[in-house]
């Protein structure tokens, strides 16, 4: 209980299912002396609970350590009901419901875990349930006794034993506070204040705890013997009367009452022992823990007892069945004898009962009366402490006391009459029963509802306040059910028909909303409950139960609508894929116009007009592919949606879509076929394009190549001109050329991306081939050009090499001229001397000069030019030659010469060199005139020169030195060393010279590059300087800024210098990050300059110091710049917050008089305008002008007074007939005061009048004419929309053309006139105007003009913000925003509140509208009550008579259901009262069914109303279609629980009854054959009463008659067929969880055979039985796989399921040839017999897995006759058909056939060619002596028989084993493919070669299951192979494949037509199939009807005219 509710437990009595969920609770009488089994087999005197008790929640469990607190006693001597079970010591074990609770400490032996409980349950689950209890855990299930006391501590007195007796018996139970004694522990001693003695234990005897072991030990010895004693007598009377009843010879009447009066003894006697040993085992329990064991021997008594009480009931109750039994003589007088009882007990139950009813009506009118007296004051409570109230809670607490002591008195005098109506005849006893029952029922049902008034005056506030809130939640319950109501009715037409999509949406849209509400309302509820009183907790479950059946029914609804929603969609379904089919159709109209262009003859059509054409087409193609995608994608959704319509839905829809599947796909195939063509005409426009390119591309370089020509001709025979005219042209025409090929190659690329496969894709690579052509074409003529070119300047080049050649030559020519006269011995003057030497220098300087050059250009690729270059080259060397040559006889004048001549040029180059020095010393000179720094710009500039005469310098250096050091080596040469020594040392100091020139270049640049250096660091600190002078502009600058003059500033002179003071800090910044970059640069380049790092400190720190003087500029500037910012922002930003309370307030007024007034001046104006138009009506029929009218009500005064006027008005609606002016007191008030503008207490005429005044407002612009006919009208002038118009008149209807008009006046302008107000054709012209839509057009004008400044401040503020927010992050800036921060939410919350007062608005208005209309519906309203009692008073008196019919239905059945489960298996006669309940039912249904209808057709008139007293009505009337509805589902509900008892009570009896068949069968020469033979005796079915004879035959089956009919009935009703008996006896269950099957039915004793794996299949051998140990239920069953048989567990205890019941497996031939019937698991060649098509087969064992190994296959030519096809080497069972290995020989050298094997003494047969194949017949034999070996065999070709050598002597081979030929070993066809059904080519007949031309190839084989069956046919026994397509599992339906006649006999012929069977009908298999003739046929039984009888499976064509 603690922390759980009361509704979720059950309290149940031993063996008492659990109550149902939902059903009140309530306590189950539990006695403490029931005694349910113990799992251990030794019982306790008392075991509370029959399954362990758990801790108490929030508590630790007991322990027997635990100190005593309390002690539970009694003063009962005998102990009939085992009280001592709850005697003892109980500890404080913790808190429930705020008291304390107690465990009792002692433990019970044997049963250690069964606690008892003593605890406090406060009044959360009602006073029923409130107190204190014993039970077996806190809040548990099992309770034993209660007292209603409600204090802190356990009650001493007042228990009530059973928990629900009437009354407390005194000192049953005492409760007391613990008192320590000396005499025993308090956890040993349970103390009473006084023993119970019992017959075997006196008073006298010593027990608890001053008894001795010894003592305990006599008790026991003493009790064991009483009861050995008593059960060896019970055993032998009750074995005596066993061996009568079963003996041959019947025994007498008198032998049978001598047994029974013996057995009863014997029942007493063993009475007296269980109560004494009760008693003795409560006394030594007293000793405590010592005395355990003499307990727990004692407790081991009682099983003994049990078993004999057992045994001794057994044959009671056979003898007295057996007595029972009257003969037959004493029928009739029995008979006659219960009649007349039964008479003369109805007299008396006649006479009895109404005094009784009288009574319990009074009782209940008493409760009711006591209802009636609350109610009034709860609902409406006198004021607190008020006399009224004090009377009435008295008056309440009187009367229930007056109707408990009815009840009392009520209850008193039924159980009186129970107690006589037992003794009644038996159908009387069962009516009284009833009657006295029902009463009782109806009295707890009163003493129900009197129990809250107990402690009403108690409650009395509570109550009213649950009152206010249940009356709430009512109210909501109600509204929301008048939704669903609502919805209900708009659902109603979904019972018949297919509703449109506007009611389905109009209905969810109803009952949507209503289901959240429910949900919420039912939470609401919940929450509610949980802290609920037992007050109004009935009251808040029957809010519940409403809430859910309203949920329930909105569910109910919602359901109906999913379902209206699929068959919308399946109305739907064929119209929106006709739609997308069509359009996809439609689109192929498209196509065939895009392709018109192709299709008139022209098959190449011009470029332009053909990409139009394709483009069109392809757009076409894709238009119509996406249409017939989109066709196909919405058939397939809804394809997929129809799969979740209802079945018949679904077959329709599938029909209809696969037609437009069809057409989708031959749309398709078009489509397709449509691209293709599009892709081939693409394809070629694609190819004519290219191929123009390709040829433009061709020509261009042919005319390239043209040109190119001339380079790959004889250069010799061409000149330069001709190359260099061609050079000029071909770099155009390559370009062209390239050019032309580009684009080639660029649209051959596009189109190749757009055409891929195919002939496009051929095409294109024809045309690849054209471009590589031409490509390869262009490289071979660029390459001759590039060498032309190369040419060209090769020639040049050789012109001017042979230019200087020739000079050379000269040059040589001179110096030999020149050496002439010295080699002739002459002598030469100095001057001649150093002229021949110049001559011999400068020639030598030519020569080598030409060589280096001309050696540079033989590397050339042009092997002509390098020819013409080499011969030049050679000349060279010719020129060398006559060099060396020229003074050969005067060598020393020669070397003289030559060496003046090289001083003289060394002496050049160094007086150069020492000239160019001087420039140096000019270029550094500014340097050296002591200025330290020079001005920058000439420091730069004298860089400059430096630079440039230092690289001078370095050149001519760098020219000497190589000319001294060359001129050095030459001089090594010459023959006089002195004179070289000479010049050698000229030469050297020449070299000093230039080296000391080196030495001062490089000081030069060393300082050149330092002044360089520093240069720019001077150019570094001025660009600084600049920054600084900046800089300190910028501090000048921000100088004024935030001191005090500066704040005194006004504010545009402060903006003004912060804003100048911001721009120097930027142009500060700009040159401060100038002269950065600057100076990083230097100091990159100054890294390693000596004394430029401490310069280039200096400079960063100067920049260092600038940056900080401009960042404190920066920072003042900034401040100030923000400072100013965020005042004028805040400033700005205040005043638009300010702005906006005006604007709430000014929306506030406008809204005040609709909010806060109601608008009540509108409401009374209203009625006004209804008094008014209902006058005007009047006037009309009566024919009176208001002055007559004012004259008539004013009773002919001047004005009508006040109470005139008031009286006028309630008299009005009698008086005009117009119901609808009739107001209440209070409204009539406000009509006066209103007409009674000025307020001087009467009406005037004008004021009467002016009730009376209309005015218009123009909404469609109209004509103003002079007279009210149209027709003779003249327009005076137009009135414009918006116009005000004062009505001079009433509206009058022109009857010439149907307008309506009225005389009236322009508010404007004054004109009058008559204006159409409603046109013919219902167009409205002019509308009356309505103050009360005025008044709200300007409430909403006014909000949305507040609303829109709101939202625009509330912009503008945000705006302001954000400025803030870019500026940045500085203080200023961050208080700005911060404050600005702090205006948002004030202008957020006046926009709310403008949003607000809108909500308001529109609320009221709403309110207004509904009380407008609700007073002008009044009238009607009170008109419709009346007419709605007299619709629905017919459907009362129908559902009354209904009820009554199904009350009856109900009381029938009631005997049986009122029954324990445990109770219904001994119900006598459950058959007949099913019989009575399956007839009375429908009638009460169909009772029910047609007051539903009555209902529904007022209902129908009621369909219309949606509001008032129809509505009311209307909702009456479907309460009371519910309430069929119900009280038909109570009805259905009865016969469904009788069903389901009956079928609870076969599900008790089936097993035994099928076992016993299944003994009886198994029996010698018994079969189940024969059983139905004999009970149907020549008939096709067993008839009940055969089938429940043998039944009730059946030995120790002990079956009562109705419940063998029950199982007969259960078979198969109307009688029993072969396959229903077979179904019933020979059980099946499949494994479906692995389990063990064991040798024993004991699971402890049995061991484990094996493991089942699930899916195996088990027979029943024997069982099912339940283990009484472990409440298993085992089965005996052998495996159908392997034949193992043993135990099986169905159920685990803890629910797991490891067996299922199957039906016997059946297969079914499916294949259409013959299946072949096996004798053996493995399938081989031998068969049993063929089984036909559609043959059924009973499984006998399996399935096992049949394996194959890999069969063998090779395609091959015969050699016989060249057949070619596939043949089979080896099949899957391993059969060899052919053999290859050594066969075989071909030959690989021609050899020689010979007539036998010696070679030397042999003939020659044939001689064999290279290739002939040869069939060896016998060898290979080695011939002794030759070492040759041989065969003999026959050719192939011709058949010729000899021998042949195949290895010959020297080991040459002459033929070789063939590995591609196979001879034939077995018959087997040749077919023309692989495959096994392939068509047979011819047979192959043994001794056959073949030729393998591919293979031989292995063919894996899948393994195949294989069932032991019988052929039900013949009862043919053996193995099949199973699969769909061959033999399959099978459930026994067959289904018609088409319309077949269903025949009376087997033999077609002759027998009669019961009916056709339609296709598509599934009929059950009852015999068969039998082969009749040609045909199969078989006996079935529609599962439509019912009708069994004969019908063709195969007809005698071979079709097939049933599905399996």
């Not at 003592?215 to 009568?244: D, F, G, M, Y």
């Not at 123009?692 to 001109?721: M, N, P, R, W």
């Not at 050789?798 to 050649?805: R, S, T, Y």
């Not at 369909?1503 to 009805?1531: F, I, N």
Request: glycine share 6%; hydrophobic share 40%.
């Amino acid at each position: 209980m603690s922390g759980r509710p009361w509704a979720a437990q059950t309290m149940n009595k031993p063996g008492q299912p659990a109550r149902t969920p939902g059903a009140p609770a309530r306590p189950a009488a539990a006695a403490p002396g029931s005694r349910p089994s113990s799992p251990a087999g030794a019982r306790p005197v008392v075991q509370p609970s029959s399954r362990p008790s758990s801790a108490p929640a929030g508590s630790s469990s007991g322990s027997t350590a635990s100190l005593p607190k309390i002690t539970v006693s009694t003063q009962i001597k005998s102990d009939d009901i085992g009280i001592q079970t709850l005697l003892g010591d109980y500890a404080d074990k913790g808190a429930n419901h705020g008291k304390r609770f107690y465990q009792k400490i002692q433990k019970i032996s044997g049963h250690e875990d069964t606690k008892v409980f003593l605890y406090y349950w406060d009044n959360r689950d009602g006073a029923d349930f409130s107190g204190w209890w014993f039970g077996d855990q806190v809040g548990g299930t099992e309770v034993w006794a209660r007292c209603v006391n409600q204090g802190v501590l356990p009650p001493k007195t007042g228990w009530k034993v059973p928990w629900d007796s009437p009354t407390a018996k005194p000192g049953l139970l005492l409760v007391d506070a613990y008192k320590a004694s000396a005499g025993g522990s308090p956890a040993s001693t349970p103390r009473s204040e006084k023993s119970a003695p019992g017959p075997a234990s006196p008073a006298s005897s010593p027990t608890g705890g001053s008894a001795t072991p010894q003592v305990i030990a006599a008790k026991v010895k003493r009790a064991t013997a009483q009861v050995e004693s008593a059960e060896k007598a019970a055993n032998l009377a009750a074995n005596k009367a066993k061996t009568t009843l079963s003996a041959a010879t019947p025994a007498t009447e008198a032998v049978l009452k001598d047994l029974l009066a013996s057995l009863a003894k014997q029942q007493t006697a063993l009475t007296d022992a269980q109560k004494n040993l009760t008693q003795d085992i409560a006394e030594v329990r007293k000793g405590g823990v010592s005395t355990t064991t003499f307990v727990t021997q004692l407790s081991q008594l009682s099983p003994k007892i049990r078993a004999a009480q057992a045994a001794v009931s057994e044959q009671l109750q056979k003898i007295k069945t057996q007595i029972a039994k009257p003969s037959p003589a004493q029928t009739a007088a029995q008979k006659e004898a219960e009649k007349k009882q039964e008479e003369k007990d109805t007299k008396e139950f006649d006479a009895a009962l109404p005094p009784v009813k009288e009574l319990a009506s009074a009782a209940e009118e008493s409760v009711e009366n006591l209802a009636s007296l609350a109610d009034p004051i709860v609902a409406s409570p006198p004021a607190e402490e008020s006399e009224e109230l004090k009377g009435a809670l008295d008056e309440i607490e009187a009367a229930f006391q007056e109707s408990q002591n009815k009840i009392a008195e009520a209850r008193k005098l039924i159980t009186e009459k129970l107690q006589s109506a037992r003794s009644y005849a038996p159908e009387t006893r069962k009516k009284a029963l009833a009657e006295y029952s029902s009463l009782q029922t109806m009295l707890s049902d009163a003493q129900k509802k009197l129990m809250p008034f107990k402690t009403f005056k108690k409650d009395f506030k509570s109550k009213v306040a649950a009152k206010k809130a249940l009356s709430e939640l009512s109210e909501k319950f109600d509204s929301a059910e008048l939704e669903v109501e609502k919805a209900g009715m708009m659902s109603l037409a979904a019972d018949s028909s297919q509703m449109p999509e506007d009611e389905i949406v109009g209905t969810e849209k109803v009952v949507e909303p209503a289901q959240k509400e429910i949900a919420n309302l039912i939470r609401t509820v919940d929450q509610k409950l949980q802290s609920a009183q037992s007050a109004v907790k009935d009251e808040l479950v029957s809010i519940k139960d409403k809430g859910n059946q309203l949920k329930k029914k909105c569910d109910q609804i919602m359901a109906k609508m999913r379902s209206q929603r699929a068959g919308l969609s399946a109305q739907q379904l064929a119209a929106q894929c006709t739609e997308k089919v069509i359009a996809a159709e439609e689109s192929l109209t498209l196509c065939q116009d895009a392709e018109m262009p192709f299709l008139k003859g022209i098959e190449v059509l011009p470029p332009d007009e053909s990409e139009k054409a394709i483009a069109d087409s392809e757009a076409a193609a894709t238009k119509a592919e996406a249409a017939l995608s989109a066709a196909r994608t919405f058939i397939r959704t809804k394809q997929a949606e129809a799969k979740k319509f209802p079945k018949e839905m679904q077959e329709k829809a599938d029909q209809e879509l696969k037609q437009f599947v069809e057409r989708a796909e031959a749309c398709g195939k078009k489509i397709s076929d449509f691209r293709k063509e599009t892709n081939e005409r693409k394809t070629a426009a694609i190819m004519a394009e290219v191929v123009e390119v390709i040829s433009g591309a061709e020509k261009k370089v042919k005319a390239y190549a043209d040109v190119a020509q001339v380079f790959l001709d004889d250069l010799e025979t061409v000149t330069t001109e001709s190359l260099t005219e061609a050079m000029e042209k071909v770099g155009d025409l390559e370009k062209e050329a390239n050019a032309g090929l580009a684009e080639a190659k660029k649209q051959f690329s596009l189109k190749q991306k757009n055409t891929k496969g195919g002939a496009p894709a051929a095409s294109l690579n024809k045309l690849q081939g054209r471009l590589t052509s031409c490509q390869t074409e262009l490289g071979k003529f660029r390459k001759a050009a590039l060498t032309g070119d190369k040419l060209i300047k090769g020639k040049e080049t050789l012109a001017d090499e042979i230019k200087n050649v020739e000079l050379v030559e000269e040059e040589v020519a001179k110096v030999e001229k020149a050496s002439i006269p010295l080699e002739a011995g002459g002598e030469l003057s100095e001057e001649e001397m150093a002229a021949v030497g110049d001559t011999i220098v400068s020639a030598q300087n030519a020569l080598k000069k030409t060589m280096r050059s001309l050696e540079t250009h033989l590397t050339t690729p042009v092997a002509s030019l390098k020819a013409a270059f080499q011969k030049l080259v050679d000349k060279c060397k010719a020129s060398q030659e006559k060099m060396d040559k020229t003074f050969g006889g005067a060598k020393d004048q020669k070397e003289a010469v030559l060496s003046q001549a090289y001083l003289r040029d060394a002496r050049k180059k160094t007086d150069l060199v020492d000239s160019i020095i001087d420039k140096v010393n000019e270029a550094e000179l500014p340097f050296l005139k002591g200025i330290e720094v020079l001005p920058l710009e000439e420091a730069t500039s004298t860089v400059e020169k430096s630079e440039a005469a230092a690289k001078e310098l370095s050149s001519a250096i760098t020219e000497a030195r190589n000319y001294i050091a060359a001129q050095n080596l030459a001089m090594k040469n010459f023959s006089d060393k002195e004179k070289a020594k000479t010049l050698t040392e000229e030469f050297a100091a020449l070299s000093q010279r230039v080296n000391n020139a080196s030495t001062k270049l490089a000081a030069f640049k060393k300082d050149t590059e330092s002044r360089k250096k520093n240069a720019q660091l001077q150019e570094a600190g001025e660009k600084i300087k600049v920054a600084e002078q900046e800089v300190e502009k910028a501090t000048e600058a921000v100088a004024p800024l935030g001191g005090e003059e500066y704040d005194k500033l006004p504010s545009d002179e402060a903006a003004a210098l912060s804003e100048k003071a911001t721009a120097q800090t930027k142009a500060a910044q700009a040159a401060m990050d100038e002269a950065k970059a600057l100076l990083a640069a230097r100091q990159k380049d100054c890294k390693n300059v000596t004394g430029a790092a401490e310069t280039l400190k200096k400079l960063q720190t100067r920049i260092g110091d600038a940056a900080t003087s401009l960042h404190k500029a920066k920072k003042a500037s900034s401040e100030q710049e923000h400072k100013f910012l965020g005042k004028r922002v805040i400033k700005e930003a205040a005043e638009i917050v300010a702005s906006l309370d005006a604007e709430v307030k000014a929306a506030e007024e406008a809204c005040a008089p609709l909010v806060e007034g109601g608008a009540t001046e509108f409401l009374v104006s209203s009625s006004l305008k209804t008094v008014a138009a209902a006058l005007r009506e009047h006037m009309a029929k009566e024919s009176k002008d208001i002055a007559a009218l004012f004259k008539e009500a004013a009773g002919g005064e001047g004005s009508i007074a006040k109470e005139a006027f008031l009286a006028y008005l309630q008299k009005l609606p009698e008086t005009i007939a117009h119901p609808e002016v009739e107001f209440t007191e209070e409204r009539r008030e406000a009509l006066f005061k209103m007409v009674d503008a000025t307020g001087e207490g009467s009406i005037s005429e004008k004021a009467f009048r002016d009730m009376f005044k209309q005015t218009f407002i123009c909404v469609t612009g109209i004509s103003m004419t002079d007279v009210l006919q149209v027709s003779a009208s003249k327009t005076t002038c137009k009135v414009e929309a918006k116009e005000v118009l004062e009505a001079l008149g009433e509206v009058s209807k022109d009857e010439a053309t149907g307008v309506e008009r009225v005389e009236a006046k322009i508010l404007s302008s004054g004109e009058t006139g008559f204006v159409t107000v409603k046109g013919n054709q219902g167009t409205t012209y002019l509308e009356e105007v309505s103050p009360f839509n005025d008044f709200c057009a300007k409430i909403d004008k006014t909000l949305e003009e507040r609303l829109a400044n709101l939202k625009k401040a509330s912009s503008e503020l945000h705006t302001k913000i954000n400025e803030i927010a870019a500026a940045g992050s500085s203080a200023p800036l961050t208080e700005a925003r911060e404050e600005l921060n702090k205006l948002r939410p004030e202008a957020s919350a006046k926009v709310n509140a403008i949003q607000g007062f809108k909500a308001k608005v529109v609320a009221a208005k709403k309110e207004f509208k509904s009380k407008e209309a609700a007073e002008k519906n009044a009238h009607i309203e009170r008109q419709e009550r009346k007419e709605a009692e007299a619709i629905t008073s017919e459907a009362i008196t129908a559902l009354e008579a209904a009820e009554a019919l199904a009350t009856k239905a109900v009381d029938v059945a009631e005997p049986m259901l009122s029954l324990k489960e445990e109770d219904v298996k001994n119900f006598a006669t459950p058959a007949s009262l099913l019989e009575e309940v399956e007839k009375l039912v429908p009638e009460a249904i169909e009772a029910l069914n047609q007051a539903k209808s009555v209902a529904q057709e007022q209902h129908k008139k009621l369909a219309k109303a949606s509001k008032g007293p129809m509505l009311d009505a209307k909702r009456e009337v479907q309460k009371m279609v519910t309430k069929a509805e119900s009280v038909s589902k109570k009805c259905n509900t009865t016969l469904q629980a009788v069903k389901k008892a009956c079928a609870s009570l076969v599900e008790v009896v089936t097993g035994k009854a099928s076992t016993g068949l299944r003994d009886a069968v198994r029996q010698p020469d018994a079969s189940i054959d024969k059983l139905f033979d004999e009970l149907a005796a020549g008939s096709d079915k067993i008839s009940e009463e055969a089938f429940c004879s043998r039944l009730l035959s059946l030995p120790g089956l002990d079956l009562q008659p109705e419940h063998a009919k029950l199982i007969s009935r259960n078979i198969e009703v109307g009688g029993i067929s072969k396959r229903s008996l077979l179904s019933f006896v020979q059980k099946y269950y499949v494994v479906s969880t692995g389990i063990a099957i064991t040798t024993e039915f004991d699971v402890g004793k049995g061991k484990s055979i094996r493991k089942l794996e699930p899916e195996e299949l088990i027979e029943v051998v024997e069982g099912p039985v339940i283990d009484d140990k472990t409440a298993l239920a085992r089965v005996k069953g052998k495996s159908l796989l392997d034949s193992t048989e043993g135990w099986i567990t169905i159920k685990g205890n803890q629910g797991s399921v490891f067996l299922k019941e199957v039906e016997k497996p059946v297969y079914v031939v499916t294949s259409t040839e013959q299946v072949r019937l096996t004798p053996e698991a493995k399938a081989g060649t031998e068969t049993v017999r063929s089984l036909k098509p559609g043959e059924v087969l009973e499984m006998l064992a399996g399935p096992q897995k049949e394996t194959f190994e890999p069969s063998l296959k090779a395609k091959g030519k015969a050699l016989s006759d060249s057949a070619v096809g596939w043949f089979d080497i080896r099949d899957k069972e391993g059969t060899i058909f052919a053999e290859a290995e050594g066969k075989f020989y071909t030959c690989t050298s021609s050899v020689a056939m010979t007539d036998n094997l010696d070679i030397k003494d042999c003939n020659v047969v044939k001689k064999l060619a290279v290739g002939e194949l040869f069939a060896v017949e016998e060898g290979p034999v080695d011939e002794p002596g030759s070492g040759v070996s041989r065969v003999k065999g026959k050719s192939c070709e011709d058949d010729k028989v000899g021998w042949i050598t195949i290895k010959g002597n020297a080991g040459t081979v002459y033929a070789k084993a063939s590995v591609k030929h196979y001879a034939v070993v077995k018959e087997i066809p040749l077919r023309k493919e692989k495959t096994a059904d392939a068509e047979t080519v011819r047979q192959l007949v043994e001794g056959e070669v073949l030729n393998v031309l591919e293979g031989p190839k292995s063919e894996t084989h899948q393994p195949v299951m294989r069932v032991k069956v019988k052929a039900s046919s013949d009862g043919a026994i053996g193995w099949v192979s199973t699969g769909a397509s061959i033999v399959k599992r099978w459930n026994g339906n067959y289904k018609c494949s088409a319309a077949t006649p269903l025949q009376s006999a087997c033999k077609a012929d002759g027998a009669e037509l019961l009916r056709e069977l339609a296709a598509s009908e599934v009929l059950e298999l009852q015999d068969g199939p039998v082969a009749e003739g040609d045909e199969m046929r078989i006996k079935v039984k529609a599962k439509k009807d019912g009708l069994i009888g004969w019908a063709t499976l195969i007809d005698s064509t071979g079709k097939r005219l049933f599905s399996f």
